[in-house]
């Protein structure tokens, strides 16, 4: 058996896990990032994590053929350096040689999304697909796409930024710049906007009932009313599953994968999302869904994905 180490670099902890050759986890655990530190110490503290998740997994750390690193940002995969990172405030930071100095093991990296995307595909709900596209439902739209088991990351690993391509020509401004963009539509950021715009404008609605204070109104908040049964409440999640399905069929139309893997909060509303949104979906995929059908499904790792993507990165790259 080969084994691999994963590692999920967030802006609050670094997760991590070592995986064997079928995406099993043997062991994991975490650590808080500090990214306010120089990003020399963070990454001795991730080849230190690998060192204390080997011994946790009982084997020796000449059994670990790679590493592989799932960061937030832009990241240039084919020389391991995080291009940019707003989260963590990095630029044209060499993170693989940094860890590869700490540790004699070679290190990939590529983007968090991409990450959780090869995860889901390897070892998750997308395990029986060859190609598949996953999308988390946060607070911006993000994912990664797999062909054929492999991830596409575009030219110079800048590529599948699938919150933003536009859905809405001139519509609500996304935190990129551009206006109409996916993300402001189909996120839970934007869910929360659309259920506190219909509430302001409709002081009638049993949505106040459900939610008295607009500051505290979620994800959950548009089903709840419209499982209570108001019309405002309802208007309010057919709109957001038909942006939803907008943004899902270009994504089909374009790559026609076999799955869709949607992951988020949101997802916890499970066939109530679910049914509805495969139906407005494959009402616009080109050709209809005869000769070839996408499957719309829940991711499965949760957290996990991550650090399984990034060990599965890394052994492609091995």
Known sequence: MQYYAGLDLGGT?????????????IA??????????PYAEIARDMAAL????????????????????GSPGTIDSKNGVIVYSN???????????EIERELSLPVSVTNDANAAALGESFAGAAKKYPSSIFVTLGTGVGGGIVIDGKLFEGNRSAGAEIGHMVIHTGGALCTCGREGCFEAYASATALIRQTQEAMRAHPESG??????????VDGKTAFD?????????????????????EGLANLA??????????????????????????EEMNKR???????????????????????VGAARFAQQRA
């Open 13 to 25: 902890f670094v997760k991590g896990g070592i995986v064997d050759e079928k995406g099993n986890i």
């Open 28 to 37: 994991k655990d975490k650590i808080p990032t500090g990214k306010d530190r």
């Open 50 to 69: 690998v060192k204390s998740l080997a011994k946790k997994a009982g084997i020796a750390e000449s059994e670990l053929k790679a590493v592989g690193v």
């Open 87 to 97: 989260n963590i405030r990095w630029e044209n930071v060499p993170l693989a040689s």
């Open 207 to 216: 949505l106040w009932k459900i939610c008295p204070d607009l500051e505290k």
């Open 225 to 245: 009313g419209m499982r209570a049964g108001d019309e405002r409440a309802k208007e309010v999640v057919a709109a957001y599953i038909a942006y939803l399905a």
């Open 253 to 278: 139309n374009i790559f026609r994968p076999d799955a869709i893997v949607l992951g988020g909060g949101v997802c916890a509303e499970g066939d109530t999302l679910l049914l509805p949104l495969k």
């Open 285 to 307: 995929l080109y050709g209809g869904t005869g000769y070839a059908p996408v499957e719309l499904i829940v991711a499965k790792l949760g957290n996990d994905a991550g650090l």
